[in-house]
Structures are given as structure tokens and as C-alpha cells.
């Protein structure tokens, strides 16, 4: 998005729109300023950010756990059925929502764990701390 935005804010910019051709060798591709130094950039506030909260992978598992059934499968399940044409209260369809139902409670379960994990990390840890 940053990247977008400021090729449509600056696009004469050189820093911003040049793209410039590197060959090593046989390998051959083409550097961009900006996108070198903002994903230099992200890269280190994230792994910082990591450091600072050692619970940072339950944060992880906790939205992978929110995105997963809405994203994997309800969305596709519903797309599928409206694609199909499948009636309600055929025997496909309650497959489908069985299989969507199950998901949806393991996708809960994984996020109590995950909510479980950090109110752990939260309480037993301190910031920039490397357990031994």
C-alpha cells in the first residue's frame, strides 16, 4: 500500500519509480529504492516488535484462528453451495454445514487457546527478555 501511494503521490520521482537493472552473473532483475528501504524497514520494526513481546506467535495463532473459518471455510462452502445450486435440507447440503460447523468450532477452540496463551505471556513475561 505504501508503495502505491506514494508512486501515485511522486510518480516522477526517481527514489519512487525507477526501476534499476542489476545482472549478476546470469541472473538478471531490477532494484527499486523505495521498495528496498520500506521492506528493509518493516522487516526490523516487525522482528523488533517480536522481540518486545515474547507472546508475539499466540498474537499470530489468535488472528490465524479468526481468519481461518470465515476465509477458508465458510466463504467457500456458501460459494460453493450458490455456485451448485444446492437446495437446503439435501443430504450435500447438510454435509456442507456440518463440515462448516465442525471448523468453526475447532477455529474456537484454537482461539480460547490462543487467548489462554496470552493472558500466560501477558502476566509471566517482560519486554526485550531472553529466556534461558
Known amino acids: 500500500m505504501l508503495e502505491l501511494w506514494a508512486s501515485m503521490r511522486c ?9 534499476y537493472p542489476l545482472n549478476i552473473g546470469k541472473i538478471r532483475f531490477s532494484i527499486n529504492f523505495l521498495r528496498l528501504i520500506w521492506r528493509t524497514i518493516f522487516v526490523v ?65 484454537a482461539a480460547c487457546g490462543a487467548i489462554q496463551g496470552l493472558s500466560k505471556g501477558l502476566h509471566a513475561s517482560k519486554p526485550f527478555q531472553f529466556k534461558q
Open 11 to 19: 510518480p516522477n520521482s526517481k527514489f519512487v519509480a525507477v526501476e
Open 45 to 109: 520494526i516487525i522482528t523488533v516488535l517480536a522481540m518486545a513481546m515474547p507472546f508475539f506467535n499466540e498474537m499470530l495463532s489468535l488472528l490465524g484462528a479468526i481468519a481461518f473459518w470465515p476465509v477458508a471455510v465458510y466463504f467457500p462452502v456458501e460459494m460453493y453451495i450458490a455456485q451448485k445450486k444446492i437446495r437446503k435440507r439435501t443430504f450435500r447440503w447438510f454435509g456442507l454445514q456440518i463440515l462448516s460447523s465442525f471448523c468453526f468450532l475447532v477455529s474456537l477452540a
